[in-house]
């Protein structure tokens, strides 16, 4: 009689909860991502860079300097294939001195040949420049606007692709 009893107390207390292996629509599994970091910044920066305004963009720089580390890293994030492939029209040229000037980017617009935007690189980091790059290009960016005309002969045409009034009879 008393297993009986611890028997019956045990089963009370153990009793069976149903799990759902289903909860619905979740919004959002894992960590959120933090967008706010210096890497995704910059990463952001480099995927906006547009060169379509941009004519010619000169790299001066001589090799030796102490501070020709930012524009070496600038010039191989500009002759990506990706950034290069923003401005088709844009003509990149290096060069190379050996003066022990400081090193500098020029940039060169298709508006106005006077215009130009220099930026001397010994005291930017390679992002710095990116950015201020950014600032002065982007809102020279005009958007490309498609037109589509029809020609005659589809304008006569009726729609359906079939002759009008040809049906079954």
């Known amino acids: 009689m008393a297993a009986n009893f611890l028997t019956r107390r045990l089963n009370s207390v153990l009793s069976v909860v149903p799990s759902r292996s289903h909860y619905g629509y979740l919004p959002h599994e894992g960590r959120f991502p933090n967008n706010k970091t210096e890497n995704y910044v910059n990463k952001a920066q480099i995927k906006a860079i547009n060169l379509k305004p941009v004519k010619r963009i000169q790299f001066q720089v001589?090799?030796?300097?102490?501070?020709?580390?930012?524009?070496?890293?600038?010039?191989?994030?500009?002759?990506?294939?990706?950034?290069?492939?923003?401005?088709?029209?844009?003509?990149?040229?290096?060069?190379?001195?050996?003066?022990?000037?400081?090193?500098?980017?020029?940039?060169?617009?298709?508006?106005?040949?006077?215009l130009k935007a220099v930026f001397n690189m010994s005291y930017l980091t390679e992002h710095e420049a990116i950015y201020h790059m950014n600032k002065i290009v982007l809102p020279l960016v005009k958007a490309d606007v498609v037109t589509v005309e029809k020609s005659k002969g589809a304008a006569k045409k009726p729609a359906g692709g079939k002759a009008a009034g040809k049906g079954k009879k």
């Open 62 to 114: 001589d090799p030796l300097h102490p501070r020709s580390g930012s524009i070496r890293q600038l010039m191989t994030l500009i002759t990506d294939e990706k950034v290069s492939r923003t401005g088709p029209k844009t003509a990149i040229s290096h060069k190379f001195v050996s003066d022990r000037s400081e090193p500098t980017v020029t940039l060169t617009f298709h508006e106005d040949a006077e």
